[in-house]
């Protein structure tokens, strides 16, 4: 299997982020229409893109403090026990701040 590069899966992960809160954004500033039945339907759309949007922003956050842990050394270990998080987890998430262990125990 190929190295794997953290700096690289962050940076791919903040593009990927960055590029849905941003067509987000764009559907929310769209109008609405005058009927006022489509108007409802539209603003249930709304709340769930807002939802999406929060997510988004969420992950772009993580990836924020993903990336101070690479500068100040602790990225790759588990926030909670201070255990190195597996391999394949950081594989699978890259901002992963917690292994399996002690993310099955958060949920």
């Known amino acids: 299997m ?3 590069d953290p700096r690289a899966a962050l940076d ?3 593009t990927e982020y960055s590029q ?3 067509a987000i ?5 769209r109008t609405h229409s005058a009927d006022f039945a489509e108007q409802a339907q539209q603003r249930q759309n709304d709340d769930v893109l807002r939802a999406l949007l929060a997510e ?4 772009m ?3 924020g403090l993903a990336r101070l842990r690479l500068v100040d050394g602790s990225y790759g270990l588990c926030q909670r026990c201070g255990e190195p998080i ?6 699978a998430l890259p901002a992963a701040e917690r292994c399996l262990r002690c993310a099955d125990l958060q949920d």
């Open 2 to 4: 190929a190295d794997f």
């Open 12 to 14: 791919a992960l903040a």
């Open 20 to 22: 849905r809160a941003e």
């Open 25 to 29: 954004r764009r559907d929310l500033g």
């Open 56 to 59: 988004a922003e969420a992950g």
């Open 61 to 63: 956050r993580q990836v």
């Open 86 to 91: 597996e391999d394949k987890r950081l594989r």
